[in-house]
């Protein structure tokens, strides 16, 4: 019965401080949120794509595809695919009802004005119908009109047709980016039985779509449907002994492998945002620790009457953790709650964004309530537990004692170092116990330790900056985790140099700027859990801004002085369809044009592993520079040119012959004709034409770029303007200058730093409520101080002066922390990144400049509240107090 009482003052103490219960609930909450909120989503997202391909191969009970088939990495990357003569052969075999070819590609839709429908993310595919007799699901629901059954003739589901704005009866085209534009009718509009977001699907006849998205020879894949009383298993096996080479599988299978795809696609979505889950957490964690340290320092003597009338240290170290569980289950709640409209939001911004993603019943599964409880519950716990200890360890009447006096900041022993001392001293070591209890209080200690990390975090990173690629990336991640830790330890003892050298900022306010100062300076393990928030989620924020401009910077240095060019047309950004075939030829016919050079992207198999390569067709040194090292730039048709470091890695040589592998598992003999210095223009490989045509389907060939120069003297505005004419058929062709190109990256650009940002905002949000949490408890703990200020008369404006001041130098320093480790560490993840294209290093100082001045705002913005409630206290009434 001894723990009903003290399960009493747990309760009693919360009731009693309500505001403190309040802010602190709060940082559990945004933290279990965020992970609650990303789990809902992307368990909601899974849902509806299990949904969508569900519908997709209802009623196949086999299909017959090449060994390496579709994928949604690329899902219009097809290997030759299922030759047409198999096709009977398969139909032919015993137990097979219906066989349902697939012919498909990717396709632009257009108004009737000529402009291309906007998707988002989403694609537009075209696909051949088959009538009900010959398909084998079950029969399409036609809400209007009829189904294609001629050439020229599309039905389009009605979502698509909502978002293109056509009706049964109406005129328009189709950009087919192998074929050029073709005219078409809406004959029909079809239900969908799931949300596809911006999914748009036309159905062609079936003829005609042969004729469009094959090569003539390969279906993609064949769906099979079986008789009455033939099980899906055995017909699979009946056409897996027919078809050996292939690939073959009943309907369960193939919807396993599709879900299982998205479940690693959605896998990383997962990780992406639950990483800024652990640091919404992380950064929470260091609030509570930081709030619970202040309550037992000002509850010493409250906890030391516990003990002084009967309490075990057991007892008083469980009340304090049992104040935890309380705060972390109830924030967790409520978190798990809010979790809810997280999901919901993060979802509207991405339909905001036209990102083309399904939406369905959001989905809150046990998983997700168990997590988000179990990391509140166990956060807050365990930030609670050296506070707890503290209370449990201190003998009544030092807390008397220390309670009464004022905090000095003097290292007590913890109770694994007590541990050790009295060990020592038990064994007749007394000066080996004392040696030992002299390091372990010293104040230096703690910074030794973190001055030893950093240094070892520092070699780390350093020896990581020289690779490049993932395992360096992972060696600079484990060199940051060290410096992270490092500055955590250090931060007490880097405060007072620190915060002496901004007390200038305050120098202007006179008495109350000292006292400021002083104030941030008194308690440094207090200024430093405080500040460390901040840090945090600033050291962040540098290394993403870093990693914007330098991408930038890297692309301005690449397109200034790699590209000749005048001007370039380029597809959507970001599309899966880039520049199609014909646009090349009308660009050819326009006056004044000298060169133009489309290039053509690649995939190869080289030692079992995909490289993308890149395949010009024509004189490419007319428009980009590049070096030859080794050899000559002339290929043959059989001819290769490879980048220095992939010759390196792959010890191939100028005058090797060497094999590599298309998709459709056919290998090639190519010669190694030239080694050209490494340059994010050309990739990894240099192919020609002819491997081109070979490795890639007719129907699946576009351009990524085309280059277009202008003769001398020609007038570039007149030529721009010609090639925007020409080009106008194609819809989603721009022509672009090198700014305007430049520009369209950098767009790319800010919209993923603009999500990382909104992302990052709830770390720096937790951090600001650390701020006010910290001060609004720091004016009880100076109550009696505060009151003999005022009674000597100072005024109330100077009281909140003093706070806002206090807080904003705080902020600042812990915002000059994370400036310094997020431009060092930016630079050595950005030298990780060279391969990938990140060849130039840039430091946004006006950006870093005004996050500086942003922060000491931050602070001053979150002393609002402690600073009105510090200038309230009654003087006799707080000289009275304790």
Known sequence: MAGNPMRKVALRNLAAHKVRLFLTVLSVVLGTAFVAGTYMFTDTLQRAFDDIFASQAKGVDVRVQPKEGLSLDNPYQQSVGIPYGDVDKIAAIDGVRAVAPASFGPVVLLKPDGKAVQVGGAPTQGTSYLPPDKAVGDPL??????PPDKPGDIAINQSGATRAGLHVGDHTKVLIPSKGTVDVTVTGIYDLSSNTGGYINLLFDAGQARELFTDGKHYAYVDVAAKPGVTANALRDSIAKAFPDDKVQNGDQVRADLKAQLADRLKFLNYFLLAFGAIAVLVGTFIIYNTFSMLVTQRLRELALLRAVGASRRQVGWSVVSEAALIGLLGSVIGLVLGIGLAFGISAALKAFDVGLPA??????PRTVVIAIAIGVLVTMASAWAPARRAATTPPVEAMREASAPSTGARRLGAPAQWLVSTLQRVKLAAVAGWARA??????????IGVVLGAAGVVVAVIGAQGSGGDAARTVGIGALALILAVLLVSPALSRPVLTVLGVLVR????????????AIRNPNR???TAFALTLGVLLVSAIAMLGASAKASIGDLVDKGVKADYMLAGPPGGIISVPLGATAAAQQVPQVQDVVAFHGIALKVDGKQVIGTVPEGPMNKVIDYTVQQGTDKLGDDDVMVSETFAADHHWKVGDSVNVDTIDFKKYKVNVVGVYKDTTLLGALVAPMNLYGK??????QSSFLVAVTAQPGANLPAMRTALEKAVDPFAIVQVEDRNDFKGAQGKQIDTLLAVLYALLALAVIIAILGIVNTLALSVVERRREIGMLRAVGMQRPQVRRSIYLESMLIAIFGAVVGVVLGIGLGIGFLKTLAEYGIATIAVPWTQIVLMLFASGVVGI?????PAVRAARTPPLAAIADL
């Not at 629901?141 to 009829?146: D, I, Q, Y």
């Not at 490795?695 to 699946?700: C, E, G, K, L, R």
């Not at 913005?861 to 509240?865: K, P, Q, R, V």
């Open 141 to 146: 629901t036609f809400l209007a009109g009829t």
């Open 360 to 365: 369905g019943t959001m989905q809150v599964q």
């Open 439 to 448: 390091v372990l209080s010293s104040r230096w200690l703690r910074p030794g």
């Open 508 to 519: 202007p306010f006179g008495t109350t700027g000292k006292m400021a100062r002083s104030n």
């Open 527 to 529: 200024t430093a859990a």
């Open 695 to 700: 490795a890639v389907p007719p129907n699946y």
């Open 861 to 865: 913005l979150a002393a609002l509240w």
